[in-house]
C-alpha cells in the first residue's frame, strides 16, 4: 500500500519546535541595545582614564611644588644676600653712569658759559643758570624798550640756535617767558636749553 503525505516520517534527529515565535524580541532591538551598551562602557572607559591621568597630573604637580618651595626655603638666605648685593651693584652702577656723563658728555660747563658770554647781547644781564634733568635754565634782565624786547630776546634765541658751538648741543631752545620788572624799566626772561633725552 502506497505511503500518504500526511503520514509522520520521522527522521533519525528531530526535536520539537517548541519556541513561541511571538513573544521573541526583535533582532533590530537587540542590536540597538547593544550599541547602546557597548558605546555607553566606552565612555565610561574613557572618563575612568581621563580622570586618572588628571589625578595623575595633580599629584605630579603637587609633588614638583613641594619639592621646589623646599628648595626656595633652603636658598632664601642666598637669595637675600644676593638682593642685597644686587642693590648694592644697581647704585654703584648709577654713580658710574653719573660720573661716565659727566666727564664724556659734550656738554662742559664752563665752555658753555664762556659761550653764552661770547653770544650774549650789550644790554641782556644772565643773573642765574640752573641745570637739573638735561635742562639748563637761563635767567636774566634785558634792558630794552618794550617795542624792541621780544625782538632782542627772539633774536638771540636764533642766535643760539644757530651757533656752532652751542645749538648742536641741545634738542630745543625756548624762551618761554618775557615779563616787565615791578622794580625798573627791564623785562625779566627766562630761556630753557634741553639736552637730547631731556623729558
Partial sequence: MPRRSNDFDLEPNWHFDFRDATSL?????????????????????????LVGWQTLVRASVAAQLRFWNERIAAHQHEYDELQVSLRDYMGEAGRIKDAYDLVYSPFVP????????????????????SYADKVITLRGSLAEPPERASRVLGGYIETLRKDPRIGPLFSD?????????????????????????AP
Avoid: H, W, Y
Avoid at 25 to 49: G, K, M, Q, W, Y
Avoid at 111 to 129: C, H
Avoid at 176 to 188: E, G, Y
Fill in 173 to 197: 631752545i625756548s624762551a618761554p617767558s618775557l615779563d616787565r620788572s615791578r622794580q625798573d624799566n627791564t623785562f625779566n626772561f627766562l630761556i630753557v636749553l634741553k639736552l637730547p633725552g
Fill in 25 to 49: 524580541p526583535e533582532d533590530s532591538v537587540v542590536r540597538v541595545r547593544f550599541l547602546v551598551n557597548t558605546c555607553s562602557a566606552a565612555v565610561t572607559v574613557i572618563l575612568l582614564i
Fill in 110 to 129: 664752563s665752555v658753555f658759559i664762556l659761550n653764552i658770554g661770547r653770544t650774549l647781547p650789550d644790554r641782556m644781564t644772565i643773573d642765574a643758570i
